[in-house]
């Protein structure tokens, strides 16, 4: 992304489900700032909740950056958790490798990374098991 | 479009310019110009959390006064539910209505009557196609522009059903010109007693050409005064029996309404910052399987607003005690008759006359608004950032943004100058 971008960044605290979110909150409001059409806003704050979730359950947090230009918004969720080791397994909806006590909280029904992709217009996803993940979230404003 | 008038007037000789209600104030609508509180109206939602904790009483909510009524009209008296938990030792609701019509009024007609028909309404349209879950209330005039100005995903969650106080109005109206006559629709004057100035604000700002069914809105707490000294050595007759059930009686109490629907998993929560959480959540589309949502800007509810008289918590176990003496059946909309059918969805005459759409504060011009948003972050991080609202606004990011648009100077920053003296 170019200069021109605005950026910000957050830390995903992985410590806690009390913060999970936060980020895609705030982004949220930053987006409704500059007149983002409520479609548009709607899409992001429900794949990068997910995207933040997910960084809580699987990799004790990580980094979400937002670059907003006039017609393009990117995510970047970057962890360095254990990986995906089956991208394709993992895209098909109810898979899940999420442990007992977080399905109980409601949490972990594989439905994580469809609804990425389904609530954003491009989604990359880059991981190396043992290194971390990062996905890219792509929203084209025009 | 009407111009939106927000219901909290500034007193100036009273405001000191301390940064209490700048800091509280959830959107971030006020400001400290020239040593006075200054509440921006377009972003301002009635709360009345600034009312609330002004510790110097310069902040006054506007509304009817009571002394200018003229009783010489057919006044139909429009009592909130939470007016029924403001009196000590009170064990049948008759002697409030009683007082009221004591006090001049030529009728009453109970809110919490035509909350019940909402109830039904609600239940209606919660079953309808076009209803979008979680729906969410519409009753609490505050959190119905929070969600206009901020949340415009969930405006279509909105029920789109006039709230109790407007139906009351309507149906008080309508009976009144049934049984008199003789009366002209002018002669006939509704007047709403409320717990809340955003009551005030919403009947102000109705667009052009809508009817508006309240026509008076007065402050509970100026009525209680008066309606006290009536309530005291007068007993009650039968044209002051109660019509209301408990059901429209929980109405000022949260959870309520909600509770009064009987077919839905439902959330509800009370006081502002809290329902703004719930809706950031409920944005992200994140809290599960919910039918219905109640959220009310006051806590506990409507007994909590700033113009009830009693502590809201006290109010609360009033009315909890006074419900067991009311009748438990509520009315039905059956029970209406200028409403025949209603198998075919909500009525026109019965929906919310204004339309929820989201109505952001002026025209977002993209990039207009991310050149200032990126010149106000550059110019923040410079900022002491210690939030002290010593420059008048509510937050050093608040106060680059408001330098950046040009409504701040940057030598109003007194820690920072310091900081670099």
Known sequence: MNNEALHYHFDVDGASFANAGRASVETKKLLRQIGVSPDVIRRISVAMYEGEINMVIHAHGGDADVYITEDTILIQLKDVGPGIRNVEEAMKEGFSTAPENIRALGFGAGMGLPNMKRYSDDMHIDTKVGVGTTIELWYRLK | ?421
């Open chain 2, 1 to 421: 479009m009407a111009v939106y008038t927000h219901s909290v007037t500034i007193e100036p000789e009273k405001c000191t310019g301390c940064t209490t209600c700048l800091r509280r104030c959830p959107v971030e609508a006020i400001r400290i110009r020239n040593d006075k509180a200054v509440i921006n109206a377009n972003q301002c939602i009635d709360c009345g959390e600034c009312i609330r904790v002004c510790k110097h009483s310069a902040k006054r909510a506007s509304y009817d006064r009571l002394d200018e009524l003229d009783f010489s009209k057919h006044l139909i008296a429009l009592p909130a539910p939470s007016l029924f938990g403001q009196f000590n030792h009170l064990d049948e609701a008759d002697y409030v209505i009683q007082g009221l019509l004591d006090m001049g009024f030529s009728e009453v007609y109970e809110v919490a009557k035509a909350a019940e028909y909402v109830t039904d309404l609600t239940r209606i349209y919660i079953n309808s196609p076009e209803a979008v879950k979680p729906v969410i209330s519409s009753a609490c005039p505050v959190v119905v522009r929070l969600i206009k100005l901020r949340f415009p995903t969930l405006c279509e969650q909105l029920v789109p059903i006039m709230p109790p106080y407007e139906l009351a109005g309507k149906l008080a109206k309508e009976e009144a010109l049934r049984k008199h006559p003789e009366l002209s629709p002018e002669d006939v004057k509704t007047v709403f007693i409320s717990p809340c100035p955003a009551k005030v604000s919403w009947a102000k700002s109705v667009m052009e050409g809508q009817t508006v069914y309240v026509d008076f809105i007065t402050s509970m707490n100026d009525v209680y005064m008066e309606l006290l000294s009536k309530m005291k050595g007068s007993e009650p007759g039968p044209e002051a029996a109660p019509e209301a059930g408990s059901v429209g009686l929980r109405w000022a109490m949260t959870s309520g309404e909600a509770a009064s629907l009987m077919n839905e998993g439902y959330l509800t929560a009370d006081g502002i910052d809290n329902v703004i959480k719930v809706l950031d959540d409920l944005e992200s589309g994140m809290l599960g399987d919910i039918g219905f949502v109640e959220l009310n800007a006051c806590s506990p509810g409507c007994v909590g607003g700033v113009l009830a008289p009693s502590n809201g918590y006290v109010a609360r176990l009033r009315l909890q005690t006074l419900q067991k003496t009311v009748v438990v059946k509520p009315n039905k909309l059956e029970d209406i008759d200028s409403m025949d059918s209603f198998g075919e969805g909500i009525p026109d005459e019965y929906t919310e006359s204004e339309a929820f759409t989201y109505m952001p504060d002026g025209a977002p011009n993209m990039f207009k608004l991310m050149l200032a948003m990126k010149k106000a972050d550059a110019l923040a991080e410079k900022l002491p950032n210690k939030d002290c609202g010593a420059c008048g606004s509510p937050t050093c990011k608040a106060f680059a943004l408001d330098v950046v648009n040009g409504e701040a100077d940057l030598s109003d920053c007194k820690v920072r100058s310091q900081m670099e003296g």
